[in-house]
């Protein structure tokens, strides 16, 4: 079979919008890529983009009507560039052999702090010490190949200490909630707006066995301040205006006294001022500062 390869570069904002119009027909979900198309590909046109930007890749299998198909595609993301303007989608036909590799290259292991991050079909040498995160990513965003998570995974290690309560917002694959619950958290609340996520994460979790102590939900912060329970630790790797939004509607009031928050997503400069600010004005103390390339990560912690 020949599968349709559809790669669409665009800016973070847009890019789980896009993945949501290439999901519809991509039974294996879309993978995102960090920056613009990869290298070894050279006749791709590569626009100049900034920093902050995703490659979105789906594979349709071009069996009957796929042309149709391909066309929906086209429409929806042309919908979509009239709110959020991003370049023409590029397409490519790949032999069953090659999507094979195309697609399951994006994903490696991948070794993060103490964190080995296994896609299920590769192997990985353990070393003593090592913790294992095993993941299929489907359609969710989080394998560690964003640097945002990176960040959040080393600062967590950092933080974390056996036995506490831990709220992720913004679950995503669960990568997060599953590396703390590796890092010996008590219990772990996994939220997410979108549903996919939230089933993808619950796979996961299963996946790794820690289903007994992560929890995954479709919400956000109002489902966790409903719940009225304080936390020793929050997770939250979005994007710098829900950061600042989840701080003014409450943020701190959901930590206990003395804990702390890790939250990514953003960029130096601007971005970054703007969730410092935020933080402090919801009563935190920004103390953590993890930084790649222009990807920043911020911890703050509670007054005791
Ligand atoms: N935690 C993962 C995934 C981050 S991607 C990681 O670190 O890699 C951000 C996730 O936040 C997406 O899955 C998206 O669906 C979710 N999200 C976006 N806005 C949200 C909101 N307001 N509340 C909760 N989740 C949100």
């Not at 490696?108 to 080995?116: A, E, I, M, S």
């Not at 939220?191 to 102590?213: F, S, T």
């Not at 935020?278 to 920043?296: H, M, N, Q, T």
Request: aromatic fraction near 8%; glycine fraction near 10%.
């Amino acid at each position: 079979m020949q599968w349709l390869e559809i790669a669409v570069t665009a800016p973070m904002e847009a890019a789980e919008a896009i993945a949501e119009v290439l999901s519809r027909y991509a039974p294996h979900g879309v993978a995102f890529d960090y920056g613009p198309v990869p290298a070894e590909e050279p006749d791709w046109e590569r626009p100049a983009l900034p920093r902050d930007t995703l490659t979105v890749l789906a594979y349709l299998p071009m069996t009957a009507g796929w042309e149709d198909a391909r066309q929906r595609i086209e429409e929806g993301l042309w919908h979509l560039c009239q709110i959020l303007p991003f370049p023409p989608p590029r397409f490519r036909v790949l032999e069953e052999e090659e999507w094979a590799e195309a697609w399951k290259a994006h994903y490696d292991v991948l070794r993060v702090g103490p964190f080995v991050i296994r896609p299920t079909w590769r192997r990985a040498e353990l070393r003593p010490g090592d913790l294992l995160i095993e993941l299929d990513p489907g359609m969710a965003f989080g394998t560690g190949t964003h640097p945002t998570t990176r960040l959040c995974l080393q600062a967590l290690a950092e933080w974390l200490r056996p036995g506490e309560r831990i709220l992720d917002l913004g679950t995503g694959s669960g990568i997060l909630a599953i590396a703390a619950a590796r890092c010996g958290a008590g219990w772990v609340w996994a939220l997410d707006i979108d549903p996919v996520a939230v089933q993808v994460a619950r796979e996961n979790m299963q996946r790794n066995g820690v289903a007994d102590r992560v929890e995954a939900t479709q919400g956000s912060l109002a489902e966790a301040l409903a719940r009225g329970e304080r936390f020793d630790g929050i997770l939250a790797n979005i994007l710098a205006p829900v950061i600042v939004q989840f701080c003014e509607q409450g943020l701190g009031a959901l930590l206990r006294p003395g804990g702390w928050a890790i939250v990514s997503g953003f960029l130096s400069g601007e971005q970054e001022a703007a969730v410092r600010r935020a933080l402090e004005g919801a009563g935190l103390a920004v103390c953590g500062r993890w930084s790649e390339e222009d990807w920043v990560a911020l911890g703050a912690r509670r007054g005791a």
